[in-house]
T-cell receptor
Framework: AQKVTQAQTEISVVEKEDVTLDCVYE???????LFWYKQPPSGELVFLIR??????QNEISGRYSWNFQKSTSSFNFTITASQVVDSAVYFC??????????FGTGTRLKVLA | NAGVMQNPRHLVRRRGQEARLRCSPM?????VYWYRQLPEEGLKFMVY????????ESGMPKERFSAEFPKEGPSILRIQQVVRGDSAAYFC?????????????FGQGTRLTVV
């Protein structure tokens, strides 16, 4: 069975703090894809990153970075120097070689000015 | 390059009415997926369609829900005789023929409220 767990329901930080959103997944597939999406208050889903199971390189994009560790089945997302505009719900998702995305329940991030 | 277009963005229906949600995939995309997001929950897969074919509807409720993706025009998710529990955000995603090897692009969603 495939599963994505985002244990942090809600996180509040003060602007400029760093914050890490945790994502733990379960799958028996050897080939799979992991994703992060942002859902701002306006409600749309904004694609942030896709990572396949053979690529364990960490990635940095501006203030965003992702740490993929197969050994712990985790794909964590860090925002450096958070800003109020980062306030959103963040979803981690898994696609196990099929067309179905398995989403976590999301982490609501509140960045306070 | 227009993204995945969903309309309407917001839809209010009384109990017992029908709801029709539309999704136009990105240009060149031939795969469409519908997901439902209940309040305070993640998205759950409902159905996967290609042009004129339902490939997998395992996530769709057995009754009242149907989906189509005709040769011409948008994909339609139809909910008959809506009930309060159908209130949710419905997201459509599309991907190119290569399918899951690339990311699915999501529309902005349709928020259905049943009163």
């Amino acid at each position: 069975a495939q599963k994505v767990t985002q244990a942090q329901t809600e996180i509040s930080v003060v602007e400029k703090e760093d914050v890490t959103l945790d994502c733990v997944y379960e799958t028996r597939d050897t080939t799979y894809y992991l994703f992060w999406y942002k859902q701002p208050p306006s409600g749309e889903l904004v694609f942030l990153i896709r990572r396949n199971s053979f690529d364990e390189q960490n990635e940095i994009s501006g203030r965003y970075s992702w740490n993929f560790q197969k050994s712990t089945s985790s794909f964590n997302f860090t925002i450096t120097a958070s800003q109020v505009v980062d306030s959103a719900v963040y979803f981690c998702a898994l696609s196990g070689g099929t067309y179905k995305y398995i989403f976590g329940t999301g982490t609501r991030l509140k960045v306070l000015a | 390059n227009a993204g995945v277009m969903q309309n309407p963005r917001h839809l209010v229906r009384r109990r017992g009415q029908e709801a029709r949600l539309r999704c136009s995939p990105m240009k060149g995309h031939s795969h469409v997926y519908w997901y439902r997001q209940l309040p305070e929950e993640g998205l759950k897969f409902m159905v996967y369609l290609q042009k004129e074919n339902i490939i997998d509807e395992s996530g769709m409720p057995k009754e009242r829900f149907s989906a189509e993706f005709p040769k011409e025009g948008p994909s339609i998710l139809r909910i008959q005789q809506v009930v309060r529990g159908d209130s949710a955000a419905y997201f459509c995603a599309s991907s190119p023929p290569q399918g899951v090897s690339t990311e699915a692009f999501f529309g902005q969603g349709t928020r259905l409220t049943v009163v």
